[in-house]
């Protein structure tokens, strides 16, 4: 019985590392792309990509940290049962988080116009949305990919039974 336990446990473990590899791969995989469209698109010089990315890789952690607090604030909220004083406190904390993403961009804008010019800034800005949107049209191909499939399996499922009937 220990035997089984320690092999289940171990199983268990291995599964864990093996998902939480995954993931960083996915993530290691999308940040490379994004490097990727960014430079492609801001056309940056290797002495500009030297300065620049440091800078912007500390920027877009700067923000994903403002988002995670939000998100966290927001955690096991239920907005549709909300008082007028929370969701206005709601309302503010959401005001309160744009503003600061807005501050975090001016101040990063200004330091990037140090190393690439408004073009490239301009460029930048653009290039980040496109990100988003192929990310965004991928996530959807994929679920609808996803449904086809069960889609499939459930017709052949139904043939099956109905060939044994």
């Not at 320690?6 to 590392?17: C, D, K, N, P, Y």
């Not at 995989?29 to 500009?48: F, M």
């Not at 300065?51 to 920027?59: A, D, I, K, Q």
């Not at 959807?140 to 139904?158: P, S, Y």
């Amino acid at each position: 019985m220990k035997k089984i336990l320690v092999i289940l446990f171990m199983l268990a473990a291995t599964s864990g590392v093996a998902q939480n590899n995954k993931q960083e791969n996915a993530k290691a995989k999308l940040d490379a792309a994004r490097i990727g469209l960014i430079t492609d698109r801001l056309n940056l010089s290797p002495e500009q990509a030297q300065t620049f990315w440091p800078l912007y890789n500390e920027y877009a952690e700067q923000r994903r940290v403002i988002q995670r607090e939000y998100r966290q604030s927001r955690q096991g909220v239920d907005l549709n049962n909300l008082n007028e004083d929370q969701q206005k406190a709601f309302l503010k904390a959401r005001m309160e988080e744009k503003q600061r993403q807005l501050n975090l961009e001016n101040k990063y804008s200004e330091k990037m116009l140090g190393v690439i010019n408004a073009r490239q800034m301009m460029a930048l800005r653009k290039a980040e949305d496109d990100f988003r949107k192929m990310i965004l049209n991928r996530i959807e191909q994929r679920q609808r990919q996803q449904l086809q499939q069960q889609m499939l399996m459930q017709q052949r499922e139904r043939k099956l039974k109905q060939g044994n009937n």
